[in-house]
């Protein structure tokens, strides 16, 4: 079993769409946690941090739930600028991040 | 603006060669990493380095070598390539703050023939 799961998708969806993507981790002592978007032949960059109260930013809320170790990002009025893959990334400790395989985005005109 | 840069963006080789992919980053940061990335199975971790001749091995450091003599430069070295190294190398850094985020290079699309 992976460490982080994602559904990979692929999610296609109108442009204004809401759209929820969910993530898993295993280990119950991961510290931090992150979403990142990747778009294609491109790297990786950090979307948003992940707090245990939930945060925001914009368009995009994301949520943690340590007891069920669950990660979500919400996208509201989804824009064409938001296809790309979004990665769900767990920090176990210092410096050992670990990656989901990733969810794709398409979003519709 | 934090920048990592990777010596090739493509580059195909022969089973059996020596290959090196450089990273650089001009960030002054502490860690550096190498990963590949593969269709389904997300970013592994190769190697990392947390200073300067210091190396941690990731979770598949088999059939790769890493080499950081300079704070700012780590070389990720395939002693000898074989077919099922080809794959997508992503360098990466962070610093010990800012929530410990990591920088990507562009990536080096590596095929192996």
């Known amino acids: 079993r992976k460490e982080v799961e994602q559904d990979p998708g692929p999610f296609n969806v109108p442009e204004g769409a809401t759209v929820a993507f969910n993530c898993t981790y295993s280990?119950?002592?991961?510290?931090?946690f992150f979403w990142y978007r990747q778009d294609c032949r491109k790297e990786p960059k950090l979307l948003m941090s992940?707090?245990?109260s939930g945060n925001e930013d914009g368009r995009f809320t994301a949520q943690l739930n340590r007891a069920s170790q669950y990660i979500s990002l919400l996208i509201r009025d989804s824009k064409l600028s938001d296809s790309a893959t979004y990665l769900c990334?767990?920090?176990?400790?210092?410096?050992?991040?670990?990656f989901g395989a990733g969810t794709r985005l398409t979003v519709k005109p | 603006d934090v920048k990592v840069t990777q010596s090739s963006r493509y580059l195909v080789k022969r089973t059996g060669e020596k290959v090196f992919l450089e990273c650089v980053q001009d960030?002054?940061?502490?860690?550096m990493f190498w990963y590949r990335q593969d269709p389904g199975l997300g970013l592994r971790l190769i190697y990392f380095s947390y200073d300067v001749k210091m190396k941690e091995k990731g979770d598949i450091p088999e059939g790769y070598s890493v080499s950081r003599e300079k704070k700012e430069r780590f070389s990720l070295i395939l002693e000898s390539a074989s077919t099922n190294q080809t794959s997508m190398y992503l360098c990466?850094?962070?610093?010990?703050?800012?929530?410990?985020?990591?920088?990507f290079g562009p990536g080096t699309r590596l095929t192996v023939t």
């Open positions: 992940v707090y245990s």
């Open positions: 990334v767990v920090l176990r400790n210092n410096n050992d991040m670990r």
């Open positions: 280990n119950s002592a991961s510290q931090s």
């Open positions: 990466a850094s962070s610093g010990t703050s800012g929530g410990r985020q990591q920088y």
């Open positions: 960030m002054d940061h502490e860690n």
